[in-house]
């Protein structure tokens, strides 16, 4: 425990007050807690300087009865001064002058507080507590304790012996004397270890990434919710597996828990938990006492466990015997039933090191494996934008996602991405390849990095030739015969940052760390092709290779031949080599852009043969700014999305304009909108000021004014907002945009909704209200009914909304508007639609229904499911109207039906909430019963013991309880039987049964089966649970049946077939019920069951039992079962051309799992009988989105191939084709 006359002599040497105070307060909270815990310290200041004051401290003890007053005075004077610093009294001391005064004693000081304070609150008691840094002599504390008897006052003194007592022999206490004293500290404090659980994390701060850019990733749920002892976190170097570890500690310490890093190599020795505890703490504090690690996991608990993370497990020598380690640290490991531990192991490790791992029961798992792969699109995304934001740099969504795809939403090279080096991402992917091969040569001591970059190339270029990018090791190993070269490949695949060896089947599989370090280790050996002259190689004129043969023309000064050997044999790789140039900021290259310009000039350049070269070459184009693009478009015949906006991102209004003009605002296309993002932001006044100019010409089309009003819409700029209002007074075709200026108006008005929308609001209201026919739309309710609600669902400027719903208080437009606003997250808007549903269930006749709120409600739970829940402001707004009292019973109702179409774990805090509920009583019991909350049941089995309707019934399958199955028996008795029992009733207790246990249900329906045998909800039910008992009265009663088709109407339903969130059809199996009477089905039944098959793969019932069942042409179009349907389907695809229609043609085709060999084999047969342009032209679609390069064959058979423009259509195929695939 160390010297105690240390620790006295310390507090002895203090002379500052202030230290003394705050030291002497938190002991007395640490010794005494029952009395001191909650002390106040009035004789201090903020900044920790002592303060005049009539207390230094003040509390009163909880919950006592009579009222306990407690009362604190520190003292650091010398021992002989400690009399008058307590008990000198002012009246028994004689003033040295007129106007001297002599302050009271501490003692005296408190015992006025009291007695002030028990004027107003008799039979109050007090404690005063009296520290000090001295030891009192025992005549003083005799005299000291006396004087509080005679004032009914107990005093505790505190000496520096006391005061040392608790610093040095408890753990906190401990803790409190090395921060105040300076002694080091030997027992174990959550304070102490809190602070090397913060130096362990530290060790791991050689990571790149700050704190502030990492992103939250869906591998962080698992973690938070995973409760296994040991967590293997597999994924390959890179992809951030110690980072999402580190994330995961830190998040840990930060929420009071605790956290150790262990090096692997502390574990080379085999070693138990403990010892390895003990062995991090005392790397921190070698002091520590022998038995602190046991300290640590009582600190800890399942709930709250020791989090540990093992560093570099996979670099060092005893992997296996490290893995086998932890594993015996799991309590129960060879135990029948495993342990919960106050700790976690997290254990990052490469893919190859999962053999090592136990294989383990379903019962009793040991450990979990979870999967770290490269970043999502969006997560990657998110941590570039988050990274400009760390760098001060604004940075688009649009330009986020290109940057994330050409770094392969790799977490490393995004983490290595730099802005303030203004580095490209090509650059980034090139200086890692180059930095893990200078590690790796550093430690080979003999090869140099530039030798294994060469060994790249070597296997690479093999690669190519090849056309086989993802090699064994065995071919590898065919190819190259060098014994040197395959050994240095073979240790860079042991590094396995940018080469690896991945097992596949029964071979081994060499692969680069993702296609994208592949494309630039690829155009390295291109590179080197061009320089050694190899131009002839076939891998010059194969389309799969344009963009690493643009790369590798960019980075190497070419000659002009070759160049024009590259725009004859494969002139979409100059369309790469301009985008490398330019995303490089050189200045382009006049040879390609020549090359490009004469390509595009020539006949062959303009041809259909390479249309489909043409497409792809305008999505380069789209994404290059430079002033040479709008030259190179403007030779495109093709007037498409990416041609407009190859010219629009490089400053053409106009294209822009056309672009708006070709989609409505209203129609979802985030391509769309992050692109006009992008231009807006680098343009920013020059293209406001430009479509301000254009939008106050009077001799505009409609057309260009419809397309001029949209862009302005999506550029949201107020700046607009008088042009807007210009165009609109001295537009005479207005009315026939009303919509469009609707748009514009209302995400351009600014502060001036009344001004800009108002006029425009004016006149829409004098538009016909009345329908041509009924059901139709009005042509006033047209107005908003084409697309302005989806378009402002996913923007509206906060005036124009607001000026809106004021505007809606008008009959003539309240429904127009309402309907407008429905979709939008904002307060003001849902509270709106919830203020229309409440009137309208108010006002309601009895029995009507108002589907529309159904649809509203449904809208908020797919956005929740597309990742895009209502907002937490306008959550609240309505949590506080449905929780008020005050509120109107349909108010509060529509307000918490609208709050839980958007659900969230916390919720049934608010629904459990008895003040809450009072007057709802009913629609929160179902709405928690929704939730599955457990605690409900009780209320819930209270209403359907109540006998109050189907309703209840139907909302018990949320909360499955054996309790139920005494009140079906209950129900079933009272029914008479004998005929179809097919009431609500029936059909909510039915579907109950459903979610309870088989053999429970089983035995109910056994014992009441005379009442229901007659009843298809009862024999379908009965027919779900497959009991062999019940198999034979099924059978029984659907040979009696008059009637056995109507017996099995629904079934699909009832079973919960393409129902989400129901019981559904679990396995195979459980289909073979049904089938003695599939013929019973009816067809859209039988359809149903046929995808149900598809989708869960279950191709071997299907062909046994369903293939066979088809039972008309018109049906068998849609299941593919053998060649004649296929050419159904190809005649059918004909008649509809053009051909549109043929990826979702395929898509079907795909999902009824037929095959794509009989597809392609019988389209070579059909086309030989079709001998037309069209059908060659249907093909060539189907085989460019699904063949393989041998299928191009079947577009060229001889009886055909006369066609005028067949010869075309095959080579732009071809293009196609080769371009997607290397098979």
């Known amino acids: 425990m160390g010297d105690h006359s240390r620790t006295i002599r310390k507090l002895a040497e203090i002379t500052d007050p202030g230290l003394f105070e705050r030291l002497a307060t938190s002991a007395l909270r640490l010794g005494e807690p029952s009395l001191y815990s909650n002390l106040t310290h009035p004789g201090m200041n903020s900044e920790g300087k002592t303060i005049k004051s009539p207390v230094d401290g003040l509390s009163f003890v909880l919950n006592s009865d009579p009222l306990h007053m407690v009362i604190v005075h520190h003292s650091t004077v010398e021992k002989d001064d400690l009399r008058n610093k307590w008990l000198l009294d002012p009246r028994n001391v004689k003033p040295r002058t007129k106007s001297s005064s002599t302050a009271p004693g501490d003692v005296i000081k408190a015992i006025e507080l009291f007695e002030k304070f028990k004027q107003d609150n008799p039979g109050a008691k007090a404690t005063l507590a009296l520290t000090t840094n001295r030891e009192p002599d025992h005549s003083l504390h005799t005299e000291v304790i006396a004087f509080g008897g005679k004032k009914s006052i107990s005093i505790d003194i505190w000496s520096a012996s006391r005061l040392a007592d608790t610093l040095d022999n408890t753990p906190k206490g401990q803790w409190l004397r090395k921060e105040y004293l300076g002694i080091k500290q030997q027992l174990l404090s959550e304070e102490l270890l809190h602070e090397i659980s913060r130096k362990s994390l530290n060790k791991l701060n050689h990571a790149t990434s700050s704190d502030d850019v990492l992103i939250d ?179 688009t969504q649009l330009e986020a996602n290109r940057i994330a795809e050409e770094l392969g939403n790799d977490p490393l090279l995004i983490d290595l991405f730099d802005f303030e080096r203004a580095e490209t991402p090509p650059d980034v992917i090139d200086n890692f390849i180059k930095k893990e091969l200078a590690l790796l040569s550093l430690e080979n001591g003999k090869v140099t990095k530039s030798d294994y970059l060469s060994f790249l190339s070597q296997l690479a270029e093999k690669m190519l030739s090849q056309r086989n990018l993802e090699p064994s090791w065995v071919e590898v190993k065919q190819w190259i015969v060098n014994e040197p070269t395959r050994q240095r490949l073979s240790e860079m695949m042991r590094q396995g940052t940018v080469l690896s060896l991945a097992d596949s089947g029964n071979q081994e599989i060499v692969k680069f760390r993702h296609e994208r370090v ?233 502060n001036r909704p009344d001004e800009i929308l108002g006029p425009i609001c004016a006149e829409w209201a004098t538009i016909s209200d009345e329908p041509a026919q009924k059901g139709d739309y009005s042509p006033r309710q047209r107005i908003s009914a084409d697309g302005l609600d989806w378009a402002f669902s996913r923007s509206i400027s906060e005036p124009a909304l607001l000026y809106f719903i004021e505007r809606a208080k008008s009959e003539d437009l309240h429904w127009p508007i309402t309907s407008m606003v429905s979709h939008i997250d904002h307060p003001k808007a849902i509270l709106h639609l919830v203020k229309k549903f409440a009137d309208y269930e108010k006002d309601k006749e009895e029995g009507s229904f108002w589907p529309f709120i159904s649809f509203i409600h449904d809208h908020w739970r797919r956005r929740q499911e597309q990742g895009r829940p209502m907002s937490e402001v306008a959550r609240e707004e309505l949590l506080k109207i449905w929780s008020d009292l005050r509120n109107e019973y349909h108010l509060r109702t529509q307000a918490l039906y609208m709050w839980s179409a958007t659900k969230k774990e916390s919720d049934l805090f608010y629904l459990r909430n008895p003040d809450f509920k009072v007057g709802i009583e009913n629609e929160i019991i179902r709405l928690r019963a929704f939730y599955q909350d457990p605690l409900v049941i009780q209320e819930l089995l209270s209403k359907l013991k109540g006998g109050q309707g189907d ?92 009637n056995p088709n109507k017996l099995f109407e629904h079934i699909v339903f009832q079973w919960g077939i393409g129902v989400e969130g129901t019981h559904g059809v679990k396995n195979e199996q459980q289909l073979l019920v049904l089938v003695p009477y599939l013929s019973l089905l009816g067809d859209s039944q039988f359809s149903m069951l046929w995808d149900l098959c598809n989708k869960n793969g279950w191709l071997e019932f299907r062909r046994e039992y369903l293939d066979g069942m088809v039972k008309s042409d018109k049906e068998r179009k849609i299941y593919y079962l053998d060649n004649e349907d296929i050419r159904s389907a190809l005649d059918r695809e004909l008649k509809f051309g053009p051909h549109y229609s043929v990826d979702f043609f395929i898509e079907n085709y795909l999902k009824a799992n037929a095959s794509l060999q009989a597809l392609l084999s019988v389209a070579r047969e059909w086309l030989d009988e079709k001998k037309s342009i069209e059908a060659l032209n249907l093909i060539a679609q189907i085989i460019a989105v699904v063949g393989k390069r041998k299928d191009i064959e079947i577009l060229k058979f001889d009886n055909y191939g006369q066609l005028e423009g067949s010869a075309q259509i095959v080579e732009d195929t071809k293009f196609a084709l080769y371009r997607r695939t290397l098979e």
């Open 217 to 395: 990733r869906e591998i962080d749920s698992a973690l938070d919710y995973n409760l296994f002892p040991l967590v293997f976190l597999v994924g390959e170097s890179g992809m951030g597996k110690t980072t999402t570890a580190r994330k995961y500690l830190k998040r840990h310490i930060e929420r009071s828990g605790f956290a150790l890093v262990f090096n692997a190599g502390q574990l080379a020795e085999k070693c138990s938990i403990e010892k390895a505890i003990y062995d991090e703490l005392s790397n921190h504090f070698s002091n520590l006492e022998k038995g602190s690690e046991g300290s640590v996991l009582d600190l800890c608990s399942p709930e709250k466990p020791l989090l540990i993370l093992i560093e570099d497990i996979n670099r060092v020598n005893q992997t296996q015997m490290i893995i086998d380690n932890l594993i015996s640290w799991i309590p129960g490991s060879k135990e029948k039933e495993r342990v919960r531990c106050n700790w976690q192991v997290l254990c990052p490790i490469w893919p190859e090191y999962l053999e090592y791992l136990p294989s383990q029961k379903r019962d009793k798992s040991l450990y979990i494996t979870l999967s770290i792969q490269r970043y999502s699109q969006e997560e990657a995304s998110s941590a570039i934008i988050r990274q400009g934001e760390y760098f001060n740099r604004e940075v």
């Open 518 to 750: 592949r494309s630039a280790i690829l155009s390295i050996a291109i590179r080197d092709m061009l320089i050694s002259g190899q131009t002839d190689s076939e891998v010059f004129s194969d389309p799969f290779f344009a963009e690493e043969i643009g790369k590798a023309i960019a980075d190497i000064q070419v000659k002009n031949e070759i160049l024009t050997h590259v725009k004859l044999n494969n002139p979409l790789s100059l369309f790469y080599a301009l985008q490398k140039t330019v995303v490089k900021k050189d200045v382009p290259n006049a040879g390609i852009v020549s090359a490009i310009k004469d390509f595009l000039k020539s006949e062959i350049g303009q041809s259909i043969s390479n249309f489909s070269l043409r497409d792809h070459a305008l999505r380069i184009l789209e994404n290059i700014e430079s002033p040479c693009v709008t030259e190179i478009v403007g030779l495109f015949k093709e007037r498409s999305f990416s041609y407009y906006f190859a010219l629009f991102a490089n400053g053409s209004l106009p294209a822009g304009i056309q672009i708006c003009r070709m989609l409505e605002p209203g129609v979802n296309a985030p391509w769309r909108d992050l692109k006009i993002d992008f231009i807006k932001k680098k343009f920013k006044g020059n293209l406001i000021n430009s479509l301000n100019n254009y939008l106050f010409q009077n001799k505009l089309n409609r057309h260009q004014r419809m397309g001029a009003l949209r862009l302005a819409g999506h550029l949201t700029d107020e700046r607009l907002s008088s042009a807007i209002l210009h165009s609109w007074e001295n537009d005479e075709g207005r009315l026939d945009v009303l919509d469009d200026y609707l748009f514009a108006a209302a995400q351009c008005c600014g």
């Open 951 to 1042: 309703n209840w019934w139907r909302l018990a399958k949320y909360i499955p309880s054996s309790e139920y199955v005494d009140l079906l028996e209950n129900y079933l008795k009272g029914i008479k039987g004998g005929s179809d029992q097919r009431s609500n009733m029936d059909h909510a207790v039915t579907d109950l049964m459903m979610y309870l246990d088989p053999v429970a249900i089983g035995n109910l329906l056994l014992k009441y089966w005379e009442k229901i045998k007659d009843s298809s909800l009862y024999i379908q039910t009965a027919l779900y649970f497959s009991n062999p008992s019940l198999l034979k009265l099924v059978e029984a009663s659907v040979q009696e049946s008059d």
